[in-house]
Structures are given as structure tokens and as C-alpha cells.
């Protein structure tokens, strides 16, 4: 499984758009971005997920860049309650592939 | 509303006893997982089942052991064997066509299992 590299923490302000970066150097062409999100003693939460297209839904937009090497979750408009980490996760396209978590971003907002 | 439950929310364990962890769902899902998460850390891989009657190691099984004899049904056992248990413990489960947007695992509330 590929490898990813998230900052240990960041900080945003209630109600601004907040910016998460993971790099990916070693992804493969099979391999999907994963995002998910993990409240204080709660189960991960999933985000978004995505393959080589920009992604958006409800919750989040994922855009990737052109070499696949990065990603980067964009929050539209934090609130207190996206206060969480936050999990960049490369799955094997396989049916095989599981999810294989790291320590992700403590993600803080400030009201 | 469909979902994953798992059961109890804290567990106490006494040293040398073995434990079983309920996880149930009933989201249709055919793969099921194990998780183990200690403080400050991610979640490591412990056991997985893509479908009835058959499962897997993941990277930390020594000491633990599944099954699944039903869809819905993926308890783990803590053993003896397993030296350092204290940890919290999450059940995910997922759809085999993952890939489709918007699907990804959903995970239960976990257990806390304290060795006492």
C-alpha cells in the first residue's frame, strides 16, 4: 500500500474554508484516495473518495493534482463540529485492497 | 435507519480471560473488519472478511480470532494469547463496489476494552 504523508496538526477559524494536504508519492494507477474523519472517541467517518477526477459532495470536495502525487480535502466552510482527524488513505483498486489508517490531522477550529 | 452496532461500549477483562466483541450490521454489506486503535494512534488492521465462512489476518491478528457465520455477524475474540489488549476496538463494515462514489466503510461506536 502506498504511503501518506499528512501534517500533524493545523488550525482553522470557524466559518473559512480549510485546506488538508497529503502527499502520495508512490501511488499506483489502480490505487484511490481515501479521506476519512475521526471525532474524540468516536468510529472514522467516511468523507469522500476519489480515483484521478476532481470529487465533491456534501460534505467535503477532494481535489487531486495532475500527477496524483498529492491531494488535498477542502472544507468549504469550517464549523466547530469538523473539529476531528483527519485520515489520507491510498487503497490498492483490488478486491483485496482494505484501508490501512496513519495518524492523520488533528484538525482544530477556532469560533 | 440501518447501521453497525457493536457491542458493549467498555468492557473490563481480567488478565488470563478470553473476551468476545459483538459487531453487527445490517447494511447488506459483505465485508467486515476489525479494527484496534491505541491512544494517539491510528487504526491498525486486525482481521477482515470479504464474505460468510471465510476471513483473514490483517496486520496485527496474533492473540485474536474471528468468524463469520453470518452476513450481518463478525465478533472477535480477545485471547490469552494477546499480551497487551487494553485498546479501543472498532467494527467497520463496507459494499463490495466500493469504488462507486460516495460508498465507504461505515464503522460502529467501538468497544473500549480494559485489561484490570
Not at chain 2, 476496538?89 to 467501538?110: I, Q
Request: hydrophobic residues 30%; glycine residues 8%.
Amino acid at each position: 500500500d502506498a504511503k501518506t504523508t499528512q501534517p500533524n496538526s493545523m488550525e482553522s477559524n470557524e466559518e473559512e474554508p480549510v485546506h488538508l494536504p497529503c502527499n502520495h508519492s508512490t501511488i499506483s494507477g489502480t490505487d484511490y484516495i481515501h479521506w476519512y474523519r475521526q471525532l474524540p472517541s468516536q468510529g472514522p467517518e467516511y468523507v469522500i473518495h476519489g480515483l484521478t477526477s476532481n470529487v465533491n459532495n456534501r460534505m467535503a470536495s477532494l481535489a487531486i493534482a495532475e500527477d496524483r502525487k498529492s491531494s488535498t480535502l477542502i472544507l468549504h466552510r469550517a464549523t466547530l463540529r469538523d473539529a476531528a482527524v483527519y485520515y489520507c488513505i491510498i487503497r490498492w483498486g483490488g478486491s483485496q485492497g482494505n484501508l490501512i489508517f496513519g495518524k492523520g490531522t488533528k484538525l482544530s477550529v477556532k469560533p | 435507519d440501518g447501521g453497525i452496532t457493536q457491542s458493549p461500549k467498555y468492557l473490563f477483562r481480567k488478565e488470563g480471560q478470553n473476551v468476545t466483541l459483538s459487531c453487527e450490521q445490517n447494511l447488506n454489506h459483505d465485508a467486515m473488519y476489525w479494527y484496534r486503535q491505541d491512544p494517539g494512534q491510528g487504526l491498525r488492521l486486525i482481521y477482515y472478511s470479504q464474505i460468510v465462512n471465510d476471513f483473514q489476518k490483517g496486520d496485527i491478528a496474533e492473540g485474536y480470532s474471528v468468524s463469520r457465520e453470518k452476513k450481518e455477524s463478525f465478533p472477535l475474540t480477545v485471547t490469552s494469547a494477546q499480551k497487551n489488549p487494553t485498546a479501543f476496538y472498532l467494527c467497520a463494515s463496507s459494499r463490495r463496489d466500493w469504488k462507486l462514489a460516495n460508498y465507504g466503510y461505515t464503522f460502529g461506536s467501538g468497544t473500549r476494552l480494559t485489561v484490570v
